[in-house]
């Protein structure tokens, strides 16, 4: 592909004008189960149910500080406080993804062919994650903590995201979106101990994912095959510093000033926690693979992946692998 590329391939690249018959079954498919399958979180969702009292919104060894000495000092009612802000903050984080992913979608659909299946479903993919913000806005209303986001500096260098990537990376940000909130929401949803309210959240968030999901796997490595090979290291530089970055962002310190901890020092114990440390690469690990095989996690880059935690000082991408 690298060498083969033609200027007007290359700029297809970025455009995604190129009309191609596969993507178009893909995309007609999931107009399909679009139409069949969508919630409307505003009536499938009872938000006046009362709280089960007692029950999480996050998993307990999901927490950023479980098993830390800080940890064993908080009492019972406290862990369950921080596990509802730190879920409050990953959901946070969720719709500012989705608010970037949803700027990428304008991008593809306004750079397209509205007669195109593929567009069309971009249009539906917006339309669906308009819904999940909506939806992931209302349960932290619910569960009554501060609307927990990045700080200002990452929010406004987020604001070039639509503007600096494409094909095979830009695609790469969507997954690392949807990917890692997935893991996470999929390993809860049959909980009994988390609150039947975010398991019904995690649930409709889950099903519709998966069709946005399919889309941008296929589209990556379709990209891939057209991206030139002076192309790839930007590619895998950019996703790299976009995986660090939603990586260290899932957890906001101000989370531990509810249970009366000192934001900077519970952020630094965090950090250092093995728990921790798996949680992130737990979220990533499918999507590591998938990334890797693809050929998108490599030199260079390789730097901000480990420090991400997503992929270990060990294993694939690690120092003992060739390709790192
Ligand atoms: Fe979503
Ligand atoms: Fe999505």
């Not at 695609?171 to 019904?200: T, Y």
């Not at 630094?268 to 990533?284: D, Q, Y």
């Amino acid at each position: 592909m690298a060498a083969s590329a033609t200027a007007a391939q290359r700029r297809a690249g970025h455009g995604e004008r190129a009309p191609h018959a596969e993507r178009e079954r893909h995309a007609e498919r999931l107009l399909r189960s679009t139409a069949a399958r969508s919630y409307d979180p505003e009536l499938d969702i009872d938000w006046s149910a009362p709280l089960d009292e007692g029950k999480g919104f996050l998993l307990e060894h999901r927490c950023s500080l479980y098993g830390t000495a800080l940890w064993e000092r908080l009492s019972p009612a406290q862990r369950l406080e921080l596990r509802k802000h730190e879920a409050a903050s990953v959901t946070g984080t969720g719709i500012w993804l989705e608010m970037l992913l949803m700027r990428l979608l304008t991008k593809v659909a306004y750079d397209g062919d509205p007669r195109s299946r593929y567009v069309q479903y971009a249009l539906a993919e917006l339309a669906d994650e308009c819904r999940h913000s909506t939806m992931f806005a209302r349960m932290i209303e619910r569960m009554g903590t501060p609307a927990y986001r990045p700080p200002r500096a990452i929010h406004e260098l987020a604001r070039i995201l639509p503007v600096v990537a494409y094909g095979p990376a830009m695609w790469g940000a969507v997954l690392i979106g949807e990917e890692l909130p997935d893991r996470l929401q999929r390993e809860m949803v049959d909980d009994e101990s988390i609150q039947p309210l975010m398991r019904m959240v995690n649930r409709i968030h889950i099903m519709e994912e998966a069709r946005h999901i399919g889309l941008a796997r296929a589209e990556l490595v379709r990209s891939m095959s057209r991206l030139s090979r002076a192309e790839l290291p930007y590619q895998r530089l950019l996703l790299a510093r976009i995986a660090f970055i939603v990586a260290r962002n899932l957890v906001n310190p101000r989370v531990y000033s509810s249970v009366g901890l000192d934001p900077r020092e519970a952020r630094r114990v965090a950090l250092a926690n093995p728990h921790h440390r798996e949680t992130i690469r737990f979220s990533g690990e499918k999507l590591v693979a998938f990334l890797r095989d693809a050929g998108l996690i490599g030199t260079p880059g390789m730097r901000w992946w480990r420090r991400s935690f997503l992929v270990g000082p060990e294993g694939p991408g690690g120092p003992e692998d060739p390709q790192a």
